[in-house]
T-cell receptor, first 115, second 112 residues
Framework: AQRVTQPEKLLSVFKGAPVELKCNYS??????LFWYVQYSRQRLQLLLR??SRESIKGFTADLNKGETSFHLKKPFAQEEDSAMYYC?????????????????FGSGTQLTVLP | DTEVTQTPKHLVMGMTNKKSLKCEQH?????MYWYKQKAKKPPELMFV???????INESVPSRFSPECPNSSLLNLHLHALQPEDSALYLC???????????FGSGTRLTVV
């Protein structure tokens, strides 16, 4: 079974400070990991996926298989980054599911960037 | 069209009512999902459809009945719900193995 752990429910940083949102996972297979963001009163949006190794809105995340982590980082936080962030793992489903793979979410970290 | 559209946005229903939630996407995604999200909690998977066939049912009570009439539509039929079923119901779709989900904005359901 897969598990995603986000140890911090709440995280506050000042504008311009670096921010790191922690995510650890437990999964026996080869993981596919994602970060989702949910701004106040908006839909859940995909922020990053590990396989693309991209930087979105200044955020990056590196998969560390040795430490089973996928921490989200940004060198200089902005007030508009304030939101709920979810780390998620896509598991290998039954063969019948094809590309429909179950996405399991961590409990989320509420990031507040203070002025 | 790069969105997942859910209707209605809000729904209030009594415990004896029958209602349906609708979800639509025109991105050609062949996997669609229903999630339930309580306030300040992560989404919890309910159902997974792959090529219009139900492939995962996460032990959801039978008062929730999913339906996938075609590759663009996903319904969730509700009957005899309980107040604890009040939540945000999210629909999502995905393109393939290495892609994330695209989520709809959800239906905020209140059971009275």
């Amino acid at each position: 079974a897969q598990r995603v752990t986000q140890p911090e429910k709440l995280l506050s940083v000042f504008k311009g400070a670096p921010v790191e949102l922690k995510c650890n996972y437990s999964y026996s297979g080869s993981p596919e990991l994602f970060w989702y963001v949910q701004y106040s009163r908006q839909r859940l949006q995909l922020l990053l996926r590990h396989i693309s190794r991209e930087s979105i809105k200044g955020f990056t995340a590196d998969l560390n298989k040795g430490e089973t982590s996928f921490h989200l980082k940004k060198p200089f936080a902005q007030e508009e980054d304030s939101a709920m962030y979810y780390c998620a793992l896509k598991a290998q489903g039954p063969l019948s599911s094809g590309s429909a793979r179950q996405l399991t979410f961590g409990s989320g970290t509420q990031l507040t960037v203070l002025p | 069209d790069t969105e997942v559209t859910q209707t209605p946005k809000h729904l209030v229903m009594g415990m004896t009512n029958k209602k349906s939630l609708k979800c639509e996407q025109h991105m050609g995604h062949r996997a669609m999902y229903w999630y339930k999200q309580k306030a300040k909690k992560p989404p919890e998977l309910m159902f997974v459809y792959s090529y219009e066939k139900l492939s995962i049912n996460e032990s959801v009570p039978s008062r929730f009945s999913p339906e996938c009439p075609n590759s663009s539509l996903l319904n969730l039929h509700l009957h005899a719900l309980q107040p604890e079923d009040s939540a945000l119901y999210l629909c999502a779709s995905s393109q393939g193995v290495n892609y994330g989900y695209t989520f709809g904005s959800g239906t905020r359901l209140t059971v009275v």
